[in-house]
């Protein structure tokens, strides 16, 4: 997680409101179906996040990686 995260709304990144069309009342007591096509962006959705965690940990384990000796060469 990064600081910003904290401060900032990502709520505008995860939702759609054009794709919203369902407007709850109190009397509504059913619970909503998904459409197959809300599957699939969720599924697009939790692609993308898994991607961009392997990536972060990359370059972190690329920035804290322990420094080589000075005689070694690269990469050991």
């Not at 939702?15 to 069309?21: A, E, F, L, R, V």
């Not at 009342?25 to 809300?38: E, F, G, I, Y």
Request: net charge positive; charged share 30%; proline share 4%.
């Amino acid at each position: 997680m990064f600081i910003n995260d904290l401060f900032e709304d990502m709520t505008e990144y995860y939702t759609d409101q054009k794709q919203d069309n369902s407007v709850q009342k109190l009397s509504d007591v059913r619970k909503t179906r998904l459409t197959l096509a809300q599957i699939k962006r969720l599924r697009m959705m939790n692609d993308v996040k898994k991607f961009e965690e392997q990536n972060k940990i990359e370059s972190l384990s690329k920035q804290y990686k322990p420094a080589s000796a000075a005689g070694a060469p690269p990469g050991l």
